[in-house]
């Protein structure tokens, strides 16, 4: 990895993840998206050290915005204004942006060690599961999902639904009988699954952005970067001045990452409201407290290492940037899951060093820079957005060099803001598109092995997790019920 | 009906679609389930849980209509949705032109006309900014994908370019 074939796309990934991060509007998921065709010339370490170096930067990215001008330039950022913000107004922009990006490199590294340490362990575990616990595992990551949303559950199971249907398109896994392709070729492999999810989304994210635009939005003003020179010592012994609240949010970053589909604005949310409750002075979180940016940030880089465990211990995504790293992985013919550590070891040692090299290059890029970014931020949309669009189009159609793809994109476009405006999760639809040609892969194989059904049930590991669907979704009954009084459903801006 | 409503009808229309379709695929003697078994499970769910969301909407408008008097909805936030639809309409017109007109100049277009939809320029100045940038877009794009990344870009049918 210290070679210079990957330190370069890592320092650039890193690099361009903190502009897309710091952008409010573009979302670490449409900055990977946007990366996404760079990739493909590329050697598949140098790709995901690429996507690394992304997913690193963005995470810190929303941080300056958000601290500088009070806008989260992602949506797990939203916490990092609530306290950035206010101490920025109180003269201290440095302090306010260090802090943030500090936090952000402890917590990073301190879930790169989870990182390291968890895979094998876990890939190891699953390496005893035979067909019956894979699919009880994949329905359990299904309910889950579709629970936690915050939508209403009967759309969430219902988004989960409809992105299994998408994976019945095309032929059969045993005897490769064509279903649902009215006769098209091109259907016959199913509906390609990048393009797919580059389409729903881009567009969904996009176009509700363009919908809210009015004359104002469409050009910006210049912002002037504020001075941010601070001593990095004092902010350093700051944030370690308080190892309990670094690492319970390190904690919480994890855990919420290595849930499935979840994603970062759950966990900096989650930790923001640990570290008010777990304070001493509860009062003076949201006028600047360093607590506040320290529990956000360093939960939001920790959940990527926790992200990163789930897509490689099982290959199940932890959110929509591991959604699109696995599309990513299988171009490049790695099949992700409890094999990919003992098949591919250069590859994942390779992630796991990448994953440790972008903190500090993201620490030496903010400082080498921060404030330029600031500049950045000011791009007009009329530019950004028809450019974004152009990247989305290149990315759909470079993977086989056909324009069957950009229709598709197209198609899922459409279907995705249309979701969006139907008030449907994503998370649980970009799932099931993921996992439902394993989902009935492994149900075929359990069925072929043995015929008996009970054995989904009676098999410990696959009954527990069965269990645990239904307990998950009888949870999420209870807590929408509990929710239900408190506050109207309001339409939800997409977490993306 | 609202929008749960409307969901729920499109899902169940598409999954009883599908499941009318299903009954088409053809069976094998050597396998014990046949390639319609996994589809119709998950149609089967999406059309009963498009049934519970279908229903649960017509339950809530009835049981919100007797409680119209409760108070009136706070006004919904603007929305420009026919930036939105001008949005699609041009994205849709250059996957069109893309094969017949090749990637440089249908993206050249592209760039030019969603521009002038998202931000209509004033003035001659601003249309020579609009296709300056129009075309470092694509000239750039069309350098580092085709010349350094080995990404074939359309060549046009109608222009050969």
């Known amino acids: 990895?210290?070679?210079?074939?990957?330190?370069?796309?890592?320092?650039?990934?890193?690099?361009?993840?903190?502009?897309?991060?710091?952008?409010?509007?573009?979302?670490?998921?449409?900055?990977?998206?946007?990366?996404?065709?760079?990739?493909?010339?590329?050697?598949?370490?140098?790709?995901?050290?690429?996507?690394?170096?992304?997913?690193?930067?963005?995470?810190?990215?929303?941080?300056?915005?958000?601290?500088?001008?009070?806008?989260?330039?992602?949506?797990?950022?939203?916490?990092?204004?609530?306290?950035?913000?206010?101490?920025?107004?109180?003269?201290?922009?440095?302090?306010?942006?260090?802090?943030?990006?500090?936090?952000?490199?402890?917590?990073?590294?301190?879930?790169?060690?989870?990182?390291?340490?968890?895979?094998?362990?876990?890939?190891?575990?699953?390496?005893?599961?035979?067909?019956?616990?894979?699919?009880?595992?994949?329905?359990?990551a299904l309910s889950m999902v579709a629970g936690l949303t915050e939508a209403s559950l009967l759309k969430g199971l219902l988004s989960g639904a409809i992105g299994l249907a998408i994976t019945i398109i095309g032929s059969d896994p045993i005897m490769s009988v064509p279903r649902f392709t009215l006769g098209t070729e091109f259907l016959r492999n199913g509906f390609p699954f990048l393009p797919v999810l580059i389409g729903i989304f881009a567009f969904a994210q996009l176009m509700t952005d363009i919908e809210k635009m009015s004359a104002a939005d469409r050009t910006s003003a210049p912002i002037k970067a504020p001075p941010l020179t601070v001593s990095h010592l004092k902010v350093l012994w700051e944030i370690l001045s308080r190892p309990f609240l670094l690492l319970w949010s390190t904690l919480v970053g994890i855990v919420i990452g290595v849930l499935p589909a979840i994603g970062g604005s759950a966990a900096t949310v989650m930790a923001y409201d640990q570290a008010k409750k777990f304070s001493r002075h509860p009062e003076r979180f949201g006028k600047g407290n360093p607590e506040g940016i320290i529990a956000s940030e360093a939960s939001c880089n920790a959940n990527v290492g926790g992200s990163l465990v789930t897509i490689m211990a099982f290959g199940i995504p932890g959110d929509a940037v591991t959604a699109v790293m696995l599309g990513a992985m299988t171009i490049h013919g790695i099949q992700?899951?409890?094999l990919f550590v003992s098949q591919h070891p250069q590859i994942?040692?390779?992630?796991?060093?990448?994953?440790?090299?972008?903190?500090?290059?993201?620490?030496?890029?903010?400082?080498?820079?921060?404030?330029?970014?600031?500049?950045?931020?000011?791009?007009?949309?009329?530019?950004?957005?028809?450019?974004?669009?152009?990247?989305?189009v290149i990315g759909a159609y470079a993977l086989n060099n056909i324009m069957d793809d950009v229709v598709v994109l197209l198609l899922f476009g459409l279907i995705g803001y249309a979701l969006v405006k139907l008030r449907f999760p994503l998370a649980p639809l970009i799932l099931g598109l993921i996992l439902g040609d394993q989902i009935e892969v492994n149900l075929l194989r359990a069925i072929m092995s043995?015929?008996?059904?009970?054995?989904?049930?009676?098999?410990?590991?696959?009954?527990?997790?069965?269990?645990?669907?239904?307990?998950?979704?009888?949870?999420?009954?209870?807590?929408?019920?509990?929710?239900?009084?408190r506050a109207k459903e309001v339409e939800q801006e997409p977490d993306f | 009906m609202s929008r749960d409503g409307i969901a729920g009808l499109i899902c169940l229309a598409l999954s009883i679609g599908l499941l009318v379709l299903s009954r088409g695929l053809p069976q094998s003697s050597f396998v014990p389930v046949g390639p319609d078994f996994y589809p119709r499970i998950v149609l089967v769910i999406m059309a009963v849980l498009s049934v519970m969301l279908l229903a649960s909407d017509l339950w809530r408008q009835r049981t919100q209509s007797a409680d119209a008097d409760a108070g009136a909805e706070p006004a919904p936030e603007k929305r420009n949705y026919r930036l939105v639809g001008l949005t699609f309409a041009v994205f849709a017109g250059y996957v069109v032109l893309l094969p017949l007109l090749g990637y440089r100049l249908a993206t050249f277009l592209f760039m030019v006309v969603l521009q002038a939809v998202i931000d209509p320029p004033r003035g001659a100045r601003r249309w020579v900014m609009v296709m300056v940038s129009a075309f470092a877009s694509a000239a750039i794009t069309y350098a580092i994908f085709d010349h350094y990344l080995s990404v074939l870009l359309p060549r046009g049918h109608w222009t050969g370019w």
């Open chain 1, 1 to 140: 990895m210290l070679h210079l074939k990957y330190l370069v796309p890592l320092f650039l990934g890193t690099l361009v993840g903190l502009i897309g991060g710091a952008l409010p509007g573009v979302t670490i998921t449409m900055t990977i998206i946007i990366v996404l065709p760079f990739t493909f010339g590329l050697d598949p370490l140098q790709g995901l050290a690429t996507m690394t170096g992304v997913y690193v930067g963005g995470s810190a990215g929303g941080a300056i915005t958000a601290a500088l001008i009070g806008i989260p330039g992602t949506p797990s950022a939203i916490t990092t204004t609530f306290d950035g913000f206010p101490m920025t107004q109180k003269g201290q922009p440095g302090r306010a942006v260090w802090l943030g990006i500090w936090s952000s490199f402890l917590g990073g590294l301190l879930g790169g060690v989870f990182l390291i340490g968890a895979t094998g362990p876990l890939a190891a575990i699953a390496l005893e599961f035979g067909p019956w616990e894979y699919f009880s595992l994949f329905v359990f």
């Open chain 1, 348 to 392: 994942a040692y390779g992630i796991y060093a990448a994953y440790l090299l972008a903190h500090p290059l993201m620490v030496l890029i903010c400082a080498l820079g921060a404030g330029l970014f600031l500049r950045v931020v000011t791009v007009p949309k009329s530019i950004l957005i028809p450019n974004v669009l152009v990247l989305c």
């Open chain 1, 336 to 338: 992700s899951g409890p």
């Open chain 1, 450 to 485: 043995d015929a008996n059904p009970w054995l989904f049930v009676t098999r410990p590991i696959s009954g527990l997790l069965l269990a645990l669907s239904v307990a998950s979704v009888i949870f999420a009954l209870w807590q929408h019920r509990r929710q239900k009084g």
